[in-house]
């Protein structure tokens, strides 16, 4: 069975940087798509980043390009999200999602982690 853990959210200052980590474990993560959403209290669950399986094809919510960027080591079984400029509105919870196949998705996963918090002070 296929499982994630969600790792390195925190406080931050504006203007400050976090990378989360996202542990894949049951299988090999060269085989899964992989994602990054995030949840605002009281807001619904909206998409951040996804990469390809292999880890050559991205894509971000248009919110948060050219200050975060998704990268995935296969050889660890690992996923990331270097966010730098964070800003209040960033303040939420993380998670990271995983889908069987070799394309990156905005939608359709089916695994998903339990969630980190980041929280950015102003």
């Known amino acids: 069975q296929v499982q994630l853990v969600e790792s390195g959210g925190g406080l931050v200052q504006a203007g400050g940087s976090l990378r989360l980590s996202c542990a894949l474990s049951g299988r090999s993560s060269s085989s899964y798509a992989m994602g990054w959403f995030r949840q605002a209290p009281g807001k619904e669950r909206e998409f951040v980043a996804a990469i390809s399986a292999g880890g050559r094809s991205t894509d971000y919510a248009d919110s948060v390009k050219g200050r975060f960027t998704i990268s995935r080591d296969n050889a660890k079984n690992t996923m990331y999200l270097e966010m730098s400029r964070l800003k209040p509105e960033d303040t939420a919870d993380y998670y990271c999602?995983?889908?069987?196949?070799?394309?990156?998705?905005?939608?359709?996963?089916?695994?998903w982690g339990q969630g980190t918090q980041v929280t950015v002070s102003s």
């Open positions: 999602a995983a889908r069987f196949g070799v394309v990156r998705s905005t939608t359709n996963y089916n695994i």
